[in-house]
């Protein structure tokens, strides 16, 4: 038996923010500024809403809790998720909470969060990855009228890890036809995105790999990136020389093909402080990404691919 779980309502392409209708008495969640929020929600023609703009990158459980708290007994109709991740997240979770609708909307695009049953939440200062099948959003709107306003590095991460995502669960081991067929077509689009610029795409791009990686898992490259994110290099820009070594390593079909991305992307080769075996350590224990890996992979494969990752360049 195999199961893919999707959103409700998928609404997506130019103008879908714009179209959508909301309900009423909304509760909009954004970790963004009034400058550029009352431009959106201008676009979006949303009337009759409450905001809450005080979400901060990497949300806590209290802060979650907090509002929560704050809108109880205010007849809240939905909830929208507006901008990155965090934002999502925390609707995710309020809406695990209260049971109340939640509408999201990715602002930047590359981690298809709107699509999947994960949320990332911090508890006692340590971020963790949740899965609930409650995640799921009632609503998930795609519309890449909000992608100019994406800062290059952050849109070149973001579409690294949107690639790397697809490719990486494409061969996972709890793949099936259907995650394979979004996958497989979700690098695609993005691959047409990134080499022939076409930065439209982009949205589309991510939403498909969204919904396939978040019924797949990610593999070893994913595992491989954390402790270069623990020292600060943001997540997509990790994944381009620990995706890439990940995909040889597993002798990936779409090992070439996503390593002409990272080279049209321009990233550089990454530096890690902590020892190779010492980091090697913190990856192993990393089941939920290794155990889905195409090829068993031991601390020697490990301390094999770090060693790629850091003291060649993968991407040459
Ligand atoms: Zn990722």
Redesign the pocket.
């Known amino acids: 038996m195999w199961k893919v779980l999707t959103p409700r309502k998928i609404v997506f392409g130019e103008n879908a923010a714009q179209q959508f209708e909301y309900p009423n008495k909304s509760l909009i969640i954004t970790t963004t500024t009034p400058d550029i929020y009352n431009k959106w929600i201008d676009y979006m023609g949303i009337k009759n809403y409450e905001i809450y703009d005080k979400v901060m990158p990497d949300p806590s459980i209290e802060i979650i809790q907090k509002i929560q708290k704050e809108y109880e007994g205010k007849e809240i109709s939905a909830y929208i998720g507006l901008g990155g991740g965090s934002s999502m997240d925390v609707c995710k979770y309020l809406g695990k909470l209260t049971s109340i609708p939640k509408i999201l909307i990715p602002t930047t695009f590359g ?1 298809g969060a709107e699509m999947t049953t994960y949320a990332v939440v911090s508890f006692d200062h340590k971020k963790k990855l949740l899965q609930d099948e409650s995640f799921l959003a009632d609503a998930a709107i795609v519309d890449p009228y909000f992608l100019p306003g994406t800062p290059y590095p952050i849109m070149r991460n973001s579409a690294c ?1 949107a690639a ?2 697809a490719s990486e669960a494409y061969n996972s081991r709890i793949s099936n036809p259907l995650t394979k067929l979004f996958c497989k077509e979700a690098f695609d689009v993005l691959e047409d995105a990134i080499i022939n610029e076409k930065r439209d795409l982009l949205p589309y791009g991510a939403m498909l790999s969204g919904i396939g990686f978040g019924n797949a898992s ?1 593999t070893l490259g ?1 595992a491989l990136s954390y402790v270069f994110s623990n020292e600060g290099t943001p ?2 820009y990790a ?1 381009s020389a620990c995706t890439t070594v990940a995909h040889k390593f597993n002798k990936s079909t779409y090992y070439e093909r996503f390593k002409r991305i990272c080279q049209k992307l321009q990233f550089e080769p990454l530096k890690l402080k902590l020892g190779l075996d010492d980091a090697a350590e913190v990856i192993l224990p990393d089941k939920g990404h290794l155990d889905n890996n195409p090829i068993t992979v031991t601390k020697e494969d490990i301390v094999k691919c770090l060693d790629e990752i850091t003291n060649t360049n993968p991407l040459s």
């Open positions: 981690t890890d790397a995502q990610t994913h997540h997509g994944l």
